[in-house]
């Protein structure tokens, strides 16, 4: 029997489930095969691309859950989920439109995005290896840039962007610019396809994220977790009444994390998985 209450985990990438430095994931191996073997979907939810996001999606055995990509411009269905065949869904501005948009800015405001840096300024900026650079200049609903100018212009740079129907947003380690999109947003369109595919199960939802990027997903989120920077500082809020912040920054501390809530949920909720588990 299928169980009626189960989980759904939202989780940023980049300084969260993956090491800022490495990128690595490795600290949080086991916590995700206890998710795998409870048969909780764990939705990653990045900046990145649809194609960098394949392939970690693929290296963490998680391809049966549908992933957001380009801080909600995207969202990726498995097979099976919303249709016969795996399918993208856009939603926001495209690319192009934005380019427009910042081409008009530039006698004003100082600055450079992916588009201008190309494969070999991407891979300068994140320390990625070529292959995974060109995966990350494959953008259709944003466009990442660095901000070159003053810190006391953004907010005027901020307004000029939201006069073009646009968004601007930091992240860990870049300012993003979107259309009218939020990860957030695509965290409720992915819950509403799940309360639609299993009607009658009631879900709690985590989130974990670590920028005012992820905020909208945090706020959204029945136990939202926030992963702080590498010198321990949090750039996110967390609700008064719920959430928990990690110790240490990136796959460590989102394996602590996530470990506790889980814990807490199967000790209140006996079967929230779709497998039983005894907790210890």
Same mark, same amino acid.
């Given at each position: 029997m299928t169980p009626q209450h189960r989980i759904l985990v939202f989780t940023d990438l980049d300084g969260c489930l993956l090491n800022k430095t490495d990128y690595s994931w490795a600290d949080a191996g086991p916590t995700l095969h206890r998710l795998k073997r409870l048969e909780i979907p764990v939705v990653l939810s990045s900046s990145k691309t649809v194609a960098e996001m394949r392939r970690l999606q693929d290296e963490m055995e998680l391809?049966?859950?549908?992933?957001?990509?380009e801080n909600g411009g995207a969202i990726c269905w498995p097979a099976g989920m919303s249709s016969e065949e795996e399918q993208v869904t856009y939603q926001g501005q495209s690319r192009s439109e934005i380019a427009d948009a910042l081409d008009g800015l530039r006698s004003d405001f100082s600055f450079v995005t992916f588009r201008d840096m190309g494969v070999p300024g991407i891979m300068e900026a994140t320390g990625l290896p070529a292959d995974r650079a060109s995966a990350a200049a494959?953008?259709?609903?944003?466009?990442?840039?660095?901000?070159?100018?003053a810190e006391d212009r953004i907010e005027a740079f901020r307004a000029q962007i939201e006069s073009h129907a646009l968004t601007l947003t930091r992240g860990g380690r870049f300012w993003h610019?979107?259309?009218?999109?939020?990860?957030?947003?695509?965290?409720?369109?992915?819950?509403?396809?799940?309360c639609k595919q299993?009607?009658?199960?009631?879900?709690?939802? *985590?989130?974990?994220? &670590?920028? !005012? %990027?992820?905020?909208?997903? *945090?706020?959204?989120? &029945?136990? !939202? %977790?926030?992963i702080p920077a590498p010198d321990g500082t949090l750039h996110v809020e967390l609700p008064t009444e719920r959430g928990v912040a990690a110790s240490v920054p990136g796959s460590a501390g989102w394996a602590e994390t996530v470990t506790a809530v889980l814990d807490k949920l199967c000790a209140t909720h006996h079967g929230i998985g779709a497998a039983d588990e005894t907790v210890s």
């Open positions: 391809a049966e859950a549908p992933f957001i990509s494959e953008r259709h609903t944003t466009e990442p840039l660095l901000w070159q100018d610019v979107a259309g009218q999109t939020s990860k957030g947003e695509a965290m409720e369109t992915v819950i509403a396809e799940y299993q009607p009658g199960v009631t879900w709690t939802t *985590l989130a974990i994220g &670590d920028s !005012p %990027i992820d905020q909208s997903m *945090l706020d959204r989120a &029945d136990e !939202p %977790i926030a």
